[in-house]
């Protein structure tokens, strides 16, 4: 009995790369989006006086943040995919993660954008993150950068600064989770 749980706790590794792997290659071939949270800014939440195009106003990368992001962004390469849709929230923490990922061009998507100050607005925002992922035509793949508040009321996850999540085409109802990766 000890040799088959150890047995199993051998593989299960195993088998939870081999997931990953088809999580990774669903979003390479366009069945899947990744939705990852910003990397690293110190602090929580948001100030109630943000200016959305004012960085100084605003929760920043630090070092380790940006060092993440740079990760990301080899890390997507490592899986094949060097261009890629990058959409992000406009405030300057996930833009500036989205830049470093160095994968495609970032366009800012105000349904990606923090809801921590105006919480009535979760779900008619998360309803408009839905409408505006199920609009988005096929082609090259997608990645998302927002925020914790987002992408839980999406997913009912809680991701940790820097975790991604494959999300599988089509969202329908709760968003099916392929694979949930940390920094």
């Known amino acids: 009995m000890f040799l088959k749980i150890l047995l199993l706790l051998l593989l299960l590794p195993l088998a939870v790369n081999a997931d990953d792997a088809s999580a990774w290659q669903a979003l390479k071939d366009g069945n899947a989006m990744l939705l990852m949270r910003h990397t690293h800014a110190p602090g929580n939440g948001v100030a109630t006086a943000v200016i959305l195009n004012d960085c100084s106003t605003q929760r920043n990368l630090d070092e380790q943040g940006k060092r993440e992001a740079g990760d990301w962004g080899e890390r ?4 094949g995919i060097t261009e890629a ?3 992000s929230s406009q405030f300057c923490r996930a833009l500036e993660t989205a830049r ?3 994968v495609g061009e970032v366009e800012p998507a105000p349904a990606l954008n923090s809801f921590f100050l105006t919480r009535e607005r979760r779900s008619a925002q998360t309803e408009q993150l839905k409408q505006f992922i199920t609009g988005l035509e096929p082609g090259l793949p997608i ?4 925020h914790q508040v987002n ?3 999406l997913t009912s996850r ?7 999540l494959i999300l599988a085409f089509p969202l329908t109802g709760r968003p099916e989770v392929l694979a949930s990766i940390r920094p």
């Open 76 to 79: 997507l390469r490592r899986h």
């Open 85 to 87: 849709r990058v959409y």
């Open 100 to 102: 470093l990922l160095n």
């Open 143 to 146: 990645v998302m950068i927002s």
């Open 158 to 164: 809680f991701p940790a600064a820097g975790e991604a």
């Open 151 to 153: 992408i839980s009321a």
